[in-house]
């Protein structure tokens, strides 16, 4: 049993730069995916709502864990060597997907009708009503749920740690295992996760009320 | 590179699954009422409370908030043990679970009591109500009503997030999943009959929260409208 | 001879008479009241006695709604005194409890709850402060609503209602408590007219049986008709007070002159 010092704690730190990376991975792959579905959602096509409401329905009724278990077996069938932080990058970005899909899509559908209806009146087609008109008003009623849902995808990162990956929560459990002060460790392995999602947290808070999105 | 799909192991394994199902039902039913009650408690206090109260409550929901379940649930597993206090796997994932649905139920809760009419108040103090009457009769039941799609949201995400409870091995859907799966070396096909499980799970639990509401919010089944 | 009727006999009302005899039951002595650096009431006194119905009549923002609010102890006061059926408003809250046995308020958005039938916004009171039993409690609420003309309707949800039913059974709940004073504050303003006629008729025939009222009220004509006593307000003080009759037969000032002229 070692003593639990400093070093320990840089090691932690150090680990945190994986949580960080990882949950970047998932964003931005999430975030084009849930691009998509948003989009999808908001379709005139039966066949693309169909499809994005069925995705995003079934992966929200699944525990992310278990996502992340097919998706680490999932790649040894396909042929691929087990990598951890390819699994865990593409389950999150499934998730993330989903969820940001969902957000996004209220965020479009909160942009008023007569928008739609004034854009129309000048002419402008599908196309150009999203990219001039909708969207950009839709980002800016998505910037804060969009923040705040950051703090989920950093959190949800922890569980990269079950198949492998050294990120914050597993380096916790290597730093237990040779100092077996379980209490301490994930003390402060709770404290740096805090140190990261709570400025997030405090941001969606204010960018809400400065934002002042119209309800 | 073909891959035989083989599910074999669903003919002879089943009733395992449905077991794990049930086990999960069990654990995150009860953690849901205690972590309800527990959330509602703390938003009065968090509304109707003093200084020290309020900020207690708030320092509470901000730290179970941004950390992981999974981290809380180690805390409250292997710390505990470090100190002294050994639980059991099932006790401590209770206890990490309510404690942690505990806080947002506090968040959402708080919403709805916030978004109560300040004539409501009024009206009821000049009945002569008490303060705690005025909460017990007239706020809470509204703003549950009004915060419900958002309170059952929680709850089924708390039932899918229950998985994590598989990592100090107590005894639900997942952890039963990774000894089939260990057993048959069919990774891939169990979790995938797991990850069915679980969904079938959400639907279960949106539709019995579908039916409280029907039972709690009586004017609504009646009338049919919002509040 | 107890709690049989809601309204208990009362000596009946003498319209044409002073009413000397009968005791002062809201006494409302140099009272002040800020907003923050704004000065909303300044020095005002009156006094209402039992079995008079008093109406506060004024331009929005005279103060006259804040006045009704302070006397039920809604709102603090800075300055004077406020006494209303032996209970010294503007002292701790310890006998809060019996200020709203004694004084009932009914509000211009009734503020019925939502989750709650006709009976059992009637009934909740009664149950809860006081303490009657469930079947005691169920005869009062039938008896007060029959007063305001609401019988059938005990078991209909609040927005099954129209407006004035609303605000008939935001009356007829104050009255089920059996309150010594009750008090109005703009109580017709956010309905139409039509369904106004039905309220201001509850509140005639309550003022029959010689409950003593005090009225915050934008409706002159009732006022004119049925009101005892008339108070004119106008920036946070009392311009005209007095007997009805004479009031509006000789105003003293201009602004009121000028208020019942513009039939505000």
């Not at chain 1, 800016?140 to 989920?152: E, K, L, N």
């Not at chain 2, 404690?99 to 139920?105: K, M, P, S």
């Not at chain 2, 509204?142 to 039932?159: D, I």
Request: charged share 15%.
């Amino acid at each position: 049993m070692n003593q639990f010092t400093s070093v320990h704690v840089i090691y932690l730190l150090e680990a945190a730069r994986w949580t960080l990376l990882l949950s970047l991975i998932a964003l931005a792959g999430g975030g084009v995916l849930g691009l998509a579905l948003a989009l999808g959602r908001v379709s005139r096509l039966r066949i693309l709502r169909g499809l994005a409401i069925a995705y995003i329905q079934i992966v929200q009724g699944t525990p992310l864990l278990v996502l992340l278990f097919l998706s680490y077996f999932g790649l040894s069938l396909a042929g691929y060597r087990l990598d951890p932080l390819v699994a865990a990058g593409l389950s999150l970005t499934f998730y993330v997907g989903a969820f940001l899909g969902e957000i996004w899509r209220g965020c479009i559908e909160a942009v008023p009708r007569t928008q739609w209806e004034a854009s129309d009146c000048l002419g402008l087609n599908r196309f150009q009503q999203y990219t001039h008109v909708i969207l950009p008003q839709a980002v800016r009623i998505a910037t804060a749920p969009t923040v705040g849902f950051m703090v989920q995808v950093v959190k949800n990162t922890s569980l990269a740690s079950i198949i492998g990956f050294v990120e914050l929560t597993r380096a916790g459990q290597i730093v237990n295992n040779s100092t077996f002060q379980p209490f301490l460790v994930f003390l402060i392995v709770a404290a740096i996760y805090f140190a990261i999602c709570y400025p997030l947290s405090v941001a969606s808070r204010v960018l809400e009320r400065k934002l002042h999105v119209a309800r | 590179m073909t891959y035989r799909f083989d599910f074999s192991f669903l003919a002879e394994r089943w009733p395992a699954f449905l077991e794990g199902a049930w086990l999960t039902i069990q654990l995150t039913v009860v953690s849901i009422a205690l972590g309800f009650v527990l959330g509602t408690l703390c938003a009065v206090l968090r509304v109707y409370g003093g200084g020290l109260v309020r900020r207690v409550i708030g320092v509470y929901v901000e730290l179970i908030r941004n950390t992981p379940l999974l981290v809380q649930i180690f805390i409250v597993y292997f710390g505990l043990a470090s100190l002294g206090l050994k639980l059991s796997a099932e006790l401590s994932a209770i206890i990490a679970l309510v404690i942690n649905v505990g806080a947002y139920t506090t968040e959402i809760m708080r919403a709805g009591i916030e978004s109560t009419g300040r004539t409501q108040l009024e009206a009821a103090d000049c009945l002569g109500l008490t303060r705690l009457q005025t909460i017990l009769h007239i706020v809470l039941l509204p703003a549950m009503e009004r915060v419900y799609p958002a309170l059952s949201s929680q709850f089924v995400l708390l039932m899918l997030a229950s998985s994590v409870t598989s990592q100090i091995s107590a005894e639900e859907l997942t952890a039963i999943a990774n000894v089939i799966q260990s057993d048959t070396y069919r990774s891939f096909e169990v979790y995938l009959v797991v990850a069915v499980v679980y969904l079938a799970l959400s639907f279960l639990y949106r539709f019995g929260f579908w039916l409280i509401g029907r039972l709690l919010f009586v004017r609504r089944r009646k009338l049919g409208t919002a509040i | 001879m107890s709690q049989d009727s809601a309204v208990a006999g009362r000596p009946g009302r003498d319209p044409d008479g002073p009413a000397n005899a009968s005791e002062v039951v809201v006494s409302v002595q140099g009272v002040t009241k800020y907003f923050g650096p704004l000065k909303v009431l300044d020095g005002v006194s009156l006094e209402v006695r039992q079995g008079q119905l008093v109406a506060i009549v004024g331009r929005s923002g005279s103060g006259k709604s804040t006045l009704l609010r302070c006397m039920n102890g809604l709102e603090p006061i800075q300055g004077g005194r406020i006494v209303i059926c032996g209970h010294d408003v503007g002292i701790g809250k310890s006998n809060r409890a019996e200020l709203r046995r004694d004084v009932g308020m009914v509000f211009q958005s009734y503020n019925l709850f939502p989750h709650f039938t006709v009976e059992r916004n009637i009934t909740l009171a009664l149950t809860l402060v006081k303490k009657n039993p469930k079947a005691e409690a169920a005869r009062i609420a039938a008896e007060v609503l029959a007063l305001v003309g609401l019988a059938d309707k005990s078991s209909a949800y609040p927005e099954q209602l129209s407006g004035g039913q609303q605000q008939r059974v935001a009356i007829a709940r104050s009255l089920a408590l059996s309150p010594q004073v009750m008090l109005f504050d703009e109580v017709t303003s956010a309905l139409d007219p039509e369904l106004t006629v039905e309220v201001l008729k509850v509140m005639e025939d309550l003022a029959q049986r010689g409950m003593t009222m005090v009225l915050v009220t934008h409706e002159m004509a009732f006022a004119r008709r049925v009101a005892d006593q008339v108070v004119f307000m106008h920036k946070g003080k009392v311009w005209e007070s007095g007997p009805t009759a004479q009031v509006f037969a000789h105003p003293t000032t201009a602004e009121f002159t000028q208020f019942i002229g513009t039939g505000l």
